[in-house]
Every structure is written in C-alpha cells, then in structure tokens.
C-alpha cells in the first residue's frame, strides 16, 4: 500500500476504504488508483481479507459443578461485498467475537456433565460457529471454521480423574496378574500330579521286576540244586539283600560308623531277624 502524487496502491487480498470530505465514498479493489487528494478524497483506512484466528479461553462450570476451561479457535474474515459494514459498524472485531463466544459457551457447558463436555465438544463448537454466522454476517464478517480445541478441567479435578483412571488400570493389572499365578499354579498341580503318577507307575514296575526275578531265581535254584526247599533259597536271597544293603552304607560319604554281627552265627541270627521282621510284619497287615 502507497500514496504519492495523488496516486495508491492497494496490494492484493485487501481493501481501501475512500472517503470524500469524511464521508464514505468507495471501496477501493486491490491495484492501482488515482485520489485527488485536492478534491477532499482521502483513504479512511485498510481492510484485510485474509482469514483470521482468534483462540478464545472461556471458564465456565459444569452440570456436575466441575469448573473448565474451554478453548475456541475462532478463524474469520470480512466479506468485500460488505466491506463498508466490517470497517465502519465494528470497533473492535475481535472483542465483539470473544462475547459471543462467550454468551453461546457459557449457556451450553453449564448444561453438560464433565464428561459429555468432552463428548459433545463437536455439538459446542456448531452452537457457536451459529450463532456467530447469524452476528457477525449483519457486520460484514463471515465465519470460516469454529473450533474446540481444548477443554481443560480444574487442577485438582484433572489429578483426581488421572488417579481413577491410574487405579482403574492397576486393578485390571492385578486381575491379569492373578489369573496368572492361578493358571501357573493350576499347570504346576498339574505336572506334579503326573510327575507323581508317573513315579508310581515306575516303583510298581520295579517291584514287579523285583518279584518276577526273585520267582525266577528261587525255580532256577530249586531246580540245579536237589534237596533244596524254597524257604532255603529265600533265607540266602534275603541275606543277600542284606551285605548288598550294608555294602550300600559303607559306600556312603555321609555314613559314619556301622556295626553288625561277625560271629559263626551271625548269619544265621540275621536271615532269622529279617524272616520274622517279614512275617511280623505280613501278620500285621
């Protein structure tokens, strides 16, 4: 924009406002033009047509008595066609959008739980894009966009739903790490219970391997060696059994010190120790 000689320039996406001896004469395109300023022609002022934006804080209190703090982002922009409106019936623009926004907000939040102001947001920003369509198009502005671009609660409010939020998630935690343990501890069961059914099977099969040699040996015995009764090739296999058992102690490196019978007799008293040891015992049960 320049003015030398009678002659100005209005540069591109603006607007001259011309007046004549003070009064409202033209708008004045962009590009050049001749004002006799001899003639009483003069400029008032400029007029961008360029979108603004204006961010609007606006505090105001919920259905639920939570106090908020709500952001517009106003973007406007004055209309060629009614140039003269936007520059001569508004003071200041953006003071008179600011009340609007304002007016709309603090009529519909009060209306709104804290937690339907964060999902109604959209429904805030159409009520105030509106009614400032319907204010604003009277003073040559039209409204390009409204926009809630922040709702911020108060302080300890804010705290307050973080620590819900906090204890909401450490208690799904605590669930999940629960089922855990449950599901471990159910598969430890588990395989200790099969581990254990397995040892069992693996004892009885050593004991019937056991019998069955034992049976085996004692036909064998009988059998090579004539005059020979069975009780005769069981005391021997007991006593046998037991120097391996003995042998078994001694081999030990947490044995100390045994002391057995070493006597002529001794095996004798020993095959007839363990003998009633047995049939003591099968009496019993």
């Known amino acids: 924009m320049g003015q030398a000689c009678c002659c100005l320039q209005v540069d591109q996406s603006t607007v001259a406002i011309k007046e004549t001896f003070g009064r409202f004469a033209d708008v004045l395109d962009p590009g050049f033009h001749f004002l006799p300023w001899c003639c009483g022609q003069q400029i008032a002022g400029y007029l961008s047509l360029r979108v603004q934006q204006l961010d609007v804080r606006c505090e105001t209190k919920t259905k639920d008595n ?103 998630r450490l208690r799904v935690a605590a669930n999940e790490k629960a089922e855990a343990e449950k599901i471990l501890q159910i598969k430890r069961a588990e395989g200790d219970a099969e581990s254990k059914y397995l040892a069992g099977l693996g004892i009885a099969r050593q004991r019937q391997a056991i019998v069955d040699g034992l049976r085996d040996s004692v036909l064998a015995f009988s059998v090579n060696v004539p005059g020979t009764t069975a009780k005769d090739v069981m005391d021997m296999v007991l006593v046998t059994q037991y120097f391996d058992t003995m042998k078994d102690i001694g081999a030990s490196s947490k044995s100390t010190s045994v002391f057995i019978p070493h006597g002529p007799g001794a095996v004798r008293d020993i095959a007839a120790q363990i003998r009633d040891g047995l049939l003591q015992a099968n009496t019993t049960l």
């Open 66 to 168: 939570v106090f908020v703090t709500v952001v517009a982002s106003i973007q406007y922009r004055a209309l060629a066609d009614k140039a003269s409106d936007a520059f001569y019936k508004l003071s200041n623009t953006r003071e008179q959008i600011q009340s609007y926004v304002f007016d709309v907000i603090r009529a519909s939040v009060p209306k709104l739980n804290l937690d339907d102001v964060f999902e109604q947001k959209n429904d805030i920003a159409k009520a105030v894009e509106d009614e400032l369509e319907k204010a604003m198009s009277l003073y040559g502005y039209a409204i390009v966009q409204t926009l809630i671009v922040d709702i911020e609660p108060d302080e300890h409010v804010k705290r307050a739903m973080n620590e819900i939020n906090a204890a909401a």
